[in-house]
């Protein structure tokens, strides 16, 4: 019995300096390939939600993403509707864009904001809301300092409307 | 808008079908605070029975008043505004204070090695009045569900319906936390009661910067 | 301290050399794509640290010693580490704040301290509670399926272990422990030891019943010196205030005082979250009760108080021991020592095992980190 104990034992530490000499070349992307195909995916009041609708526009497109944000009940914060302005060509100077939140056939808002060319040029748009009730009722849309959020990532724009 | 007796039976069996499929979230959200409360107490099954009746009783109360506020007023104020703000700072600094207070009666009645003081007279009943004050903190919890349900109860057509239907709901709801008498299969194990009692701790200050952040917000909003 | 002269086989210097062959030859291995690429200052820090790495394995061996020469490491590894971070961090984004853009692309890197937090929600909904991505990409390489490997090798290579042998921000408070020669507080009420799973627990339930990763948001010390959210508003203070508070308070003025890794021993969910899978690893500390004179040393020695009076009789430290060696290093009788689950084997063999384990994967992962902080430190000066 004894002899059996030591053999685990030598084989467990044997085992341990396998993993350890394995990891970098082969254990370690094995691994990581796994968690890849586990289905995971970024909570949505991170990721800003799946896409729902493209709209194609002159030189760009319009990305409308399902209503995203807290919804458990101990989470906080606003619930939003992610948009993304993503060149194709080029994006124009201003952005002057009704926006049909819900699908439903009718605008719920109105969104300018001057597209700035230097990334460090503060961004700021106005928010008019035409169809009150869905979206909250805030008028400006910048970086940092409000529920609603405007923001420059890579060569697009992304703005989240806070709802009510 | 109210509703007609003709569709009464609806409205309950919707108040309880409403409950349940909101009871994973009360649940989550109650058992955060009642899991280490209950394993702290250390009490057998009935006693942890005994103690889980005493917190639905207070979550009780508080639905049933909310109902009443709800069923007079024939509304429901905007409860993710500057009033639920207010409402959920002033109480998550109470069950601060009431998971602080619990935390240190436990951690303060023994060192390490002797079981909790299982106390008559004032600890017993402040440990109890606790409880059921925390049923009643976290029964005015502003979640979804609940919003969901206030809106429901404040077209049932009266306080008296509305009432009665927060206590549907709640039955609902309360399924939901039978699993929590599980605890008092722990009772014996002392390290879990000392972790649980520590977890209070550190679950107070939790909920004070919680609601310090709620109220900092409140007072941003205006 | 242990005459160990007379313990050891391995004292002798051709005889160490030869056995610290394997590490140095793993450090090759683990430095040679850096050591055959371009960049010159990279090529010098890797050689640098496969080195040091190399030199403290042997001075183990030489003198018997494990915690005196692992400290060195740790130590270095503690304070290059958020140097070479913070560094990177400026370069990239001018400021050690996340910005608001980083958030919501997804180029938050992951920490292994979110790992419990991330567990329920990912159970139960596949979702990731985190702003990061699942992926490595080229704006993020601290991915979320990268950190879960990398800490699932350590898990299975170290155990408990990593938290002497890898966890990077443990090296701070180790070096803050070793300021002072003696201790001005003794206290320490054992109930507090119960506080890592205090912590663990709240985090867990927390993150589960809130969908996010509580601890980061309100509770890690180590956010004063790495990154954290941007100050734009009251809450996003108080937060800064909250991690700043803790990292003086447990990381650099109560180890100062006490010479104990305070932060791990009462602080840290993820150290309770690691003593889970403690029994994992082979390696563990006996103490034998027949050479013991109870004279204590051993749990003095102990950085994080797995050892007391009562464990000592049972002849074990808690689970919390993380295989530093102090205790075996302390120890005049010899009664502390390692020991090979399941074996006899001599305390030096188990160590030796042991060692090339833990070292090896202190060379991968913590050489590897003090090669690129150096490097990013000449960079900066140049």
């Known amino acids: 019995m004894s002899k059996l104990k030591s053999l685990f034992g030598y084989g467990a530490a044997v085992l341990v300096l396998t993993v350890m000499v394995l990891a970098p070349f082969v254990l370690m992307s094995r691994i990581e390939q796994l968690v890849g195909h586990l289905g995971l995916r970024s909570h949505p009041k991170y990721s800003g939600g799946s896409a729902v609708r493209v709209l194609n526009r002159d030189g760009y497109q319009v990305t409308i993403a399902a209503p995203a944000g807290p919804v458990g009940p101990m989470e906080w914060g606003p619930r939003f509707i992610q948009v993304s302005w993503s060149p194709v060509g080029a994006l124009p100077d201003t952005v002057d864009e009704q926006l049909d939140l819900d699908g439903g056939g009718r605008p719920q808002v109105r969104l300018r904001f001057r597209v700035p060319r230097d990334p460090k040029q503060p961004l ?14 805030i008028t400006i849309l910048r970086r940092t300092g409000g529920p609603g959020l405007l923001v420059g990532l890579d060569h697009s724009i992304v703005a989240r409307i806070p709802l009510n | 808008m109210t509703v007609s007796p003709s569709a009464s039976v609806p409205l309950w069996s919707e108040a309880l079908t409403l409950g349940f499929a909101s009871g994973s979230a009360c649940l989550a959200s109650c058992g955060v605070l009642l ?27 508080g639905y049933l008043v909310f109902g009443l ?23 998550s600094l109470a069950v601060a204070g009431l998971l602080g207070f619990q935390a240190w009666r436990g951690l303060k009645s023994r060192g390490v090695g002797c079981p909790v003081a299982r106390g008559g007279g004032l600890e017993r009943r402040y440990g109890l009045g606790g409880l059921a004050m925390l049923g009643l903190l976290t029964g005015l919890n502003l979640c979804g569900p609940f919003v969901a349900a206030a809106l429901r109860a404040a077209q049932a057509g009266g306080p008296v319906r509305a009432i009665a239907f927060f206590a549907v709901f709640f039955l609902g709801t309360s399924i939901w936390m039978l699993p929590l008498v599980l605890t008092g299969a722990w009772r014996r194990w002392e390290p879990l009661a000392l972790v649980a009692r520590l977890t209070l701790a550190v679950l107070a200050l939790y909920y004070a910067y919680f609601g310090t952040v709620l109220l900092l917000a409140r007072w941003h909003h205006g | 301290m242990a005459d160990t002269r007379t313990l050891s086989p391995f004292r002798s210097w051709p005889r160490a050399g030869l056995l610290a062959l394997p590490i140095a030859l793993w450090g090759l291995v683990m430095m040679g794509p850096t050591l055959s690429g371009r960049d010159g200052t990279a090529k010098l820090t890797a050689f640098l640290a ?72 990912a159970a139960l909904n596949r979702v990731l509670i985190f702003p990061g991505s699942i992926l490595p990409t080229a704006s993020n390489p601290h991915a979320v399926a990268t950190m879960v490997s990398l800490w699932l090798v350590a898990t299975l290579v170290l155990g408990k272990a990593w938290c002497a042998y890898g966890c990077f921000f443990g090296g701070l408070e180790e070096g803050f422990a070793s300021i002072r020669r003696r201790p001005v507080l003794k206290l320490l009420n054992p109930v507090f030891l119960y506080g890592p799973w205090a912590v663990l627990v709240t985090i867990v339930l927390l993150s589960a019943a809130s969908y996010a990763p509580t601890y980061c948001q309100w509770l890690c010390p180590f956010k004063a010196v790495t990154e954290f959210p941007e100050i734009t508003n009251g ?111 001599p305390s030096e063999r188990a160590r030796l095992l042991f060692l090339y384990a833990g070292w090896g994967f202190a060379c991968l992962f913590g050489g590897t980190i003090i090669a690129s902080s150096l490097a990013s430190l000449i960079h900066l000066f140049r």
């Open chain 2, 35 to 61: 899991l280490p409360w209950l394993t702290g107490m250390r009490r057998g099954w009935r006693g942890t029975c005994g103690l889980l009746g005493i917190f639905l009783g207070g979550r009780l109360a």
């Open chain 1, 124 to 137: 700021t748009g106005q928010l008019e809301i035409l169809d009150p009730g869905l979206v909250r009722p």
């Open chain 3, 235 to 345: 809450q996003t203070l108080l937060q800064a205030v909250i991690f700043v508070s803790l990292f003086l308070g447990l990381v650099v003025i109560l180890p100062m005082l006490t010479k104990k890794r305070t932060q791990c021993a009462f602080f840290c969910p993820f150290g309770a979250f690691q003593s889970l899978f403690a029994r994992i690893s082979p390696f563990r500390i006996r103490i034998e009760r027949s050479a013991c004179k109870d004279c204590g040393v051993c749990s003095r020695a102990c950085p994080t108080l797995a050892l007391d009076a009562g464990r000592v009789l049972q002849g074990a430290p808690r689970d919390a021991c993380m295989r530093c060696g102090a205790c075996v290093d302390a120890c005049g009788t010899g009664a502390a020592r390692w020991h090979l689950q399941g074996t006899r084997a």
């Open chain 2, 69 to 91: 506020g709800v069923g007079l007023a024939g509304r429901v104020a905007n409860l993710k505004g500057p009033a639920g703000l207010l409402v959920g700072g002033v109480s």
């Open chain 3, 50 to 121: 496969e080195t040091f790495m190399t030199a403290l394995f042997l001075l183990m061996l030489r003198t018997g010693q494990t915690h005196r020469w692992r400290k060195v490491f740790f130590i270095t590894l503690g304070f290059l580490f958020p140097v070479g971070f913070i560094i990177e961090l400026v370069r990239l984004r001018g400021s050690m704040s996340i910005p608001v853009e980083h958030l919501i692309a997804g180029d938050t890197p992951f920490c292994f301290m979110v790992i419990p937090m991330t567990v329920i929600p």
